[in-house]
């Protein structure tokens, strides 16, 4: 287990490290950085966490090029999800200033299947987040669009982020 000073993200990593003991998983797996605020103030989270699954896109989204900052166009972002597996990790996370390059992980999860055909995964959900143990904040390392990944445990940040 990894050492951290704070009590609270200790048994944080606790929670996951159980977690992963009850699922099968694959010998890779990759970490993934995902949005739940549509529009910029529409949250999805809480329909996310209690029907377990992330998407970002609708049904019959096509793959289309759209603007956006370079390596964040929707069609990259698609491209990024036809990537993500059963096993893998996501964390949800939200911009908290972009001055300041900063994110919150408000909450983090297991992939339990992908939905290539409805833009959606679904999650096992860790309980990691409540009054007692607050989200985290981290660097926000130009992670501003939907989706991001795949990253490795092995990055020092996403061993931040995950408590990995």
Known sequence: MQSLSSSGRHIECR???ATQLE???SETRNYWLAGAMFGGNDDKLPEFIERGYWYCWEKNAEKTASSGAQGNSVE???????KIRPGDRLAIKKI?????QKMEIRAIGIIKA???DEWRVYVNWLPIISPEFPARIVDLKG???SLHGPYQQSDPWIQEIFCA
């Open 15 to 17: 929670l996951f490290e």
């Open 23 to 25: 699922i099968n998983m």
């Open 76 to 82: 990259v972002q698609q491209d990024r999800f036809t």
């Open 96 to 100: 908290m200033s972009i001055a300041d």
């Open 114 to 116: 992908v939905d290539f």
């Open 143 to 145: 992670v501003v669009s």
